[in-house]
């Protein structure tokens, strides 16, 4: 996997797959057997090590700025879990909280940066249950491929040119990653069905 300058890429973007995220246009190699591998943060000595015991669900690429980018990318690659298959296994005491504000509780290694697992602890969120896990920290062949592109257009808030979002966004259909600006329609149900439920069990009279 090259490793490049963000500054240089976001100004020299020319629509290369690489620019947007070093796997984006590598082999789709899921494994539907697939059972879970280790993630493991950029330290040289003494990395962080979280074994995940499941396969990943709705991977997929995404360029809000709250997610951990590998350097040079656009975007970042997340996917979900199960929260019970996560389990940090070495340097724990290396991991910190990024944002204790954030719904997404994301806890990064101190050392380099990298982010390993982001927690939902709100009960009340669509996604709680969830851990968000970056598999390409994974050295293990089979984790699920990215199957879209969310919060496309938050790039632009990371100083990338608007008018370069059409070809960014041509880019990322070429690569089979149907562009979104915030989740995919399916995750976005998920959400908004959550909040349905929620609401009614409030006592809020609502309806479609
Ligand atoms: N424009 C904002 C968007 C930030 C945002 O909402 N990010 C999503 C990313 S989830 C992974 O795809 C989100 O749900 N965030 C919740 C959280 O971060 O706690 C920006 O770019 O910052």
Redesign the pocket.
Same mark, same amino acid.
């Given at each position: 996997m090259g490793r490049y300058d963000r500054e240089t890429a976001l100004h020299a973007f020319d629509g290369q797959s690489r620019v947007i995220h070093p796997c984006a246009a590598q082999a789709k190699d899921d494994k539907p057997d697939f059972q879970g591998g280790t993630l493991r943060c950029h330290c040289h000595d003494s990395p962080v090590l979280v074994q995940i015991n499941a396969q990943s669900q709705h991977n997929?690429l995404?360029?809000? %700025?709250?997610?951990w980018k590998s350097d040079g990318a656009l975007f970042?690659q997340?996917a979900v879990v199960p929260r019970n298959a996560v389990h940090v296994v070495e340097n724990a005491d290396k991991l910190g909280l990024v944002?204790p504000a954030?719904?997404?509780?994301?806890y990064a290694c101190r050392d380099c940066g990298v982010h390993l697992v982001?927690r939902?602890e709100s009960k009340s969120h669509g996604?709680y249950g969830l851990d968000?896990i970056h598999t390409e920290l994974s050295a293990d062949i089979g984790w699920s491929a990215p199957s879209f592109a969310?919060?496309v257009? %938050?790039?632009v808030?990371?100083g990338f040119p608007p008018e370069q979002m059409p070809h960014l966004r041509r880019q990322l259909r070429a690569l089979g990653l149907e562009p979104y600006d915030?989740?995919s329609p399916d995750l976005m149900d998920v959400i908004s069905h959550h909040a349905y439920v929620r609401r009614r069990s409030e006592g809020e009279r609502v309806s479609a």
């Open positions: 997929h995404c360029g809000c %700025s709250r997610c970042s997340i944002d954030a719904v997404i509780q994301r982001g939902v996604f968000f969310a919060y257009s %938050s790039v808030e990371a915030c989740l």
